[in-house]
């Protein structure tokens, strides 16, 4: 069976595609990590990536476009609170324990 490779950032957009009528692609996404998009148009989508992208991808997505994890919290920080979800905070930092 074929099986196409596709970057991390294309399997992150098709995730985020999923649950939305307007798809962003995979430039874009990664267009507005860079700073090249504004996110404002893109805020439903950067939560969805944030909360659905799987584990691996996330970290892929982070290492094939050299995005550091201080690339990745300011966009993370221009969600609303409620949209701000500590799992990918996990997934950045690792195993966040609560303070005693």
């Known amino acids: 069976m ?9 399997a992150a957009a098709i995730s ?8 962003i692609d995979a430039g874009t996404l990664v267009g507005i990590f860079k700073g090249t998009h504004s996110p404002e148009a893109w805020m ?4 969805l990536f944030f ?3 799987p584990d691996t991808i996330l970290k892929k997505f982070m290492a094939q476009n ?3 994890p201080e690339d990745m919290l300011r966009i993370f920080h221009q969600l609303h609170p ?4 500590k799992h990918f905070l ?5 195993r966040m324990e609560e303070a005693v």
């Not at 439903?44 to 939560?47: I, K, N």
């Not at 996990?90 to 690792?94: Q, R």
């Open 82 to 85: 409620c949209m701000q979800h």
């Open 16 to 23: 985020v595609n999923v649950s939305l009528k307007r798809s």
């Open 44 to 47: 439903s989508h950067l939560e």
């Open 51 to 53: 909360s659905d992208v």
């Open 2 to 10: 074929f099986t196409p490779k596709i970057s991390a950032a294309e």
């Open 90 to 94: 996990e997934v950045v930092y690792g």
């Open 66 to 68: 050299k995005f550091s």
